[in-house]
């Protein structure tokens, strides 16, 4: 489905619960197609199952799955989109830490742009096929 990086500066959870909203996002998962069962996303993973349950529960909460009983977890019929103001939020928090790293390397607005856009267009492709 995705990567986490257990050496990155965000927590394993945050990781997979944006992992699932991506592939949603992306069309790579579906209004009601079912999501793997808690053991096999953290088996697939190699996390511990109380982690991705944490996140099902998150995601359900939110209104991004469902749990039909005694059927498993799905994305929900019309999942939940981060309010405007989550979205802008994140998206700043990475622009920044981007950003960051751009200046530090000593590339230009326009390279890490283009760089930027080369990421997003690879991640995108590389979640569409794994989907």
């Given at each position: 489905?995705?990567d986490?990086?257990?050496?990155?500066?965000s927590?394993?959870?945050?990781q997979i619960?944006e992992?699932?909203?991506r592939?949603?996002?992306?069309g790579?998962?579906?209004?009601a197609?079912?999501v793997?069962?808690?053991?096999?996303?953290?088996?697939?993973l190699?996390?511990?199952p109380?982690?991705?349950?944490?996140?099902?529960?998150?995601?359900?909460?939110?209104?991004?799955?469902?749990?039909?009983?005694?059927?498993?977890?799905?994305?929900a019929?019309v999942?939940?989109?981060?309010?405007?103001?989550e979205?802008?939020?994140k998206?700043?928090d990475?622009?920044?830490?981007?950003?960051?790293?751009?200046?530090?390397?000593?590339?230009?607005?326009?390279?890490?742009?283009?760089?930027?856009?080369?990421?997003?267009?690879?991640?995108?492709?590389?979640?569409?096929?794994?989907?």
């Amino acid at each position: 489905m995705f990567d986490i990086n257990p050496s990155a500066a965000s927590p394993i959870w945050l990781q997979i619960e944006e992992g699932i909203r991506r592939m949603i996002s992306l069309g790579a998962l579906k209004p009601a197609d079912p999501v793997p069962s808690v053991r096999d996303l953290a088996r697939t993973l190699r996390v511990n199952p109380n982690t991705v349950a944490r996140v099902y529960q998150r995601l359900t909460e939110a209104g991004v799955l469902v749990v039909r009983r005694g059927e498993g977890t799905y994305v929900a019929d019309v999942p939940q989109q981060p309010k405007k103001s989550e979205k802008h939020e994140k998206l700043r928090d990475g622009a920044t830490a981007y950003a960051g790293t751009a200046l530090a390397v000593g590339a230009g607005v326009d390279e890490a742009a283009a760089e930027l856009e080369r990421s997003y267009d690879r991640l995108s492709r590389e979640l569409r096929r794994k989907a």
